[in-house]
């Protein structure tokens, strides 16, 4: 049993930054990637940032390509995801979730989850 816990959630101001962390146990075979995926009130959820755990190959949602880095320590088992330049429309629920990544291009939450962490862009 794949077990996810995040952290570092808060309060940024636009322009700011932060980083989340996801300290992952239980780790299989069963999926191919870790990923960051966030939801907003009233809104679907989306794929934020997913990194494969075979080869290091990384899939940025369009909403944050250029602004949020995803990263990860295999000594760890943590999942980091480094958060510049937020926007207001950041504002929402993150979670880490495992993923099946193809490529660069596709990154699709599998069946373990975080319980999620609340970030809000606000001044």
């Known amino acids: 049993q794949v077990h996810l816990v995040e952290s570092g959630g808060g309060l940024v101001h636009p322009g700011g930054s932060l980083r989340l962390s996801c300290a992952a146990s239980?780790?299989?075979?069963?999926?191919?990637?870790l990923g960051w995926f966030r939801q907003a009130p009233g809104k679907q959820r989306e794929a934020v940032a997913c990194?494969?755990?075979?080869?290091?190959?990384?899939f940025y949602g369009e909403s944050v390509k250029g602004r949020f880095t995803i990263s990860r320590d295999n000594v760890e088992n943590t999942v980091y995801l480094q958060m510049n330049r937020a926007k207001p429309e950041d504002t929402a629920a993150y979670y880490c979730?495992?993923?099946?990544?193809?490529?660069?291009?596709?990154?699709?939450?599998?069946?373990?989850w975080g319980q999620g962490t609340q970030v809000t862009v606000s001044s």
């Open positions: 239980g780790i299989t075979m069963d999926y191919n990637g």
């Open positions: 979730a495992t993923a099946l990544m193809e490529g660069s291009t596709l990154c699709i939450g599998l069946d373990n």
């Open positions: 990194i494969n755990s075979q080869d290091d190959s990384t």
